[in-house]
């Protein structure tokens, strides 16, 4: 449970060559000191803790009754949890952390090009560096309908490329609000999504010039903050 301990789980194929792994329970078991004491571990004891939890977990087809109630989150801690995984076709129904610090769900759901059930909300609404990164880039498949975003204090970087790729995605976000969106929070967020038909209301101090599906403007003090955001979307 130290800095640089983590699980790692390895769900191959089964010798028989069929059948896949649906995931439930609760994963803070994997760190709890006692059954008698799960219901009450909201804590994430260390950074990297559930880091590739599943990558390489080829034939994890669902996580959607697999719990994840922590509240209090470390740096990188979900990162990569479900990287590249390409049968998964649903993720946890909550991630329920109201801040989520640095890279903690970077490239979470990287490449799960058949992911279709994702959670409704992401309820947090404060968002460290770089902490949705990637998140469910190039989910191209099936994902049409994205999760909605609470976030209210953003750090650097903290869409950066989040949907990124999502080649099926149709609705966006509801709506994304921040007084002042940091060096590059939402840069490329919905590049070449190219079926989207419902973009999110941006409610911020931002320039409209920097919004724009073009090349990314290096003017003004928010020059690459929302560069390419929409590039591709038709």
Known sequence: TGASTYWKI????STTGVGFID??????????????????????????????????SSYVRHLKDLRMPATTLTDYCYQKMCYNISNLL??????PALSVPKNAYDYMFYSCVNLTE?????????IGAYAYECMFKN??????????????????????????????LQFGPDTLYSEVIPFKACSAM??????????????ARTPRSSLGAGTASSSGSNGYNCSDMF???S
């Not at 959670?119 to 947090?124: D, G, S, T, V």
């Not at 909605?148 to 903290?158: D, H, P, Q």
């Open 10 to 13: 390895s769900a191959a194929r």
């Open 23 to 56: 995931v439930s329970g609760n994963i803070m078991s994997l760190v709890c000191a006692s059954p008698s004491q799960l219901s009450d571990t909201l804590e994430i004891p260390g950074t990297y803790c559930f880091n590739q939890l599943f990558t390489g």
């Open 90 to 95: 649903s993720t946890p129904k909550e991630l």
């Open 118 to 126: 994702v959670m409704q909300e992401l309820p947090a609404t404060t």
């Open 139 to 168: 989910c191209s498949t099936a994902l049409v309908t994205a999760p909605n975003i609470k976030a209210r204090t953003l750090g650097s970087g903290a869409f950066y490329q989040m949907f990124y790729g999502c080649s099926s």
């Open 190 to 203: 919905f590049y070449d999504c190219s079926a989207l038909k419902q973009a999110p209301i941006i409610m």
């Open 231 to 233: 590039h591709a979307c």
